[in-house]
């Protein structure tokens, strides 16, 4: 485990998943980030690579050969190389091995950039094809944020503030793939407001988000976050049922479709990058 500190935030990594593991503000004395509790759901915020969401079948097709991987890849499941730069700044990587070769043939290396500055946590990636040919993957945030994360405060008294939608149109899931249907939700005040029951049929998957911030808030106090993103094409939102968390996942890559020929180069939102070629993204949140 890394920690990141500095006067207003302290930061927990783990090498295992590069995933971070704990986001504390030491000026309101609260802890953002969702404790793990594997009665819900026992992540924090896993990495999704070298895909995003299930495939159909759990497999894809690459010149004529059939690969299987789980549900948002191997990434999270695997021991990065962890490098400490200083108390505000950490930097994991990944590379292929045998055994991801085998249900991924493509060498790469990915790198996460963990910083700190002031009360703000930097996440940036980094993918770089270290092959000869054009590599094909999707890439994915998952960070869940505990919801209530104030005393005296329930569920239903947070919601979601997003900077430039007034309606949301979200994709349905049909056992974890997108499915031909979708549902609008409109926005008061630019606001969704959480319930569980919002997330028993899955996550809610967007593909034409506006927004570039969102902000976890709640009509009790003033505490929160805010939550940038800019250059992910999809996004998600998803709670285990009933838990005491809300994911806000910015995605390059989405799930197969229901309709889908599992051909990786034809899956929708699938990243291509040249032989030699690097890819970067970033998110930060900021907590008040």
């Not at 819900?40 to 690579?49: N, R, T």
């Not at 990434?75 to 070769?101: C, G, H």
Request: aromatic share 14%; charged share 25%.
């Amino acid at each position: 485990m890394i920690t990141l500190e500095n006067d207003f935030i302290k930061v927990r990594i783990a090498n295992k998943g590069a995933e971070l593991q704990g986001l504390f503000s030491k000026e309101t004395n609260i802890e953002y980030l969702w404790n793990g509790d594997s009665e819900y759901w026992g992540k924090h915020s896993p990495v999704l690579f070298p895909i995003v969401g299930s495939l159909k079948n759990d497999s894809y097709i690459y010149k004529d050969k059939t690969y299987k991987l789980p549900r948002h890849g191997f990434a999270r499941d695997n021991e990065f190389i962890a490098d400490q730069l200083n108390t505000a700044e950490a930097v994991f990587t990944l590379t292929q091995s045998d055994k991801t070769l085998k249900v991924y043939p493509f060498p790469f290396e990915l790198k996460l950039n963990y910083q700190i500055i002031d009360r703000k946590l930097i996440l940036e990636y980094t993918v770089t094809n270290t092959g000869s040919k054009k590599m094909f993957f999707s890439l994915g945030a998952h960070p869940a944020f505990a919801v209530p994360n104030t005393p005296n405060t329930s569920y239903e008294d947070y919601y979601l503030a997003f900077n430039n939608d007034e309606k949301l149109t979200y994709w349905k899931l049909e056992d974890g793939l997108v499915a031909n249907e979708t549902e609008n939700i409109d926005l008061s005040r630019h606001r969704l407001n959480l319930k569980h029951d919002l997330f028993y049929d899955d996550a809610l998957v967007f593909k034409a988000l506006q927004s570039n911030c969102i902000s976890l808030l709640n009509s009790k106090n003033d505490y929160g976050l805010h939550f940038h993103f800019d250059d992910f094409p999809f996004f998600g939102i998803w709670s285990a049922k009933d838990a005491p968390f809300v994911c806000l996942e910015p995605w390059c890559g989405v799930a197969d479709s229901v309709n889908h020929n599992q051909q990786l180069a034809y899956k929708e939102g699938i990243v291509k990058l040249d032989a030699g070629k690097s890819w970067k993204r970033s998110w930060e949140v900021e907590c008040f």
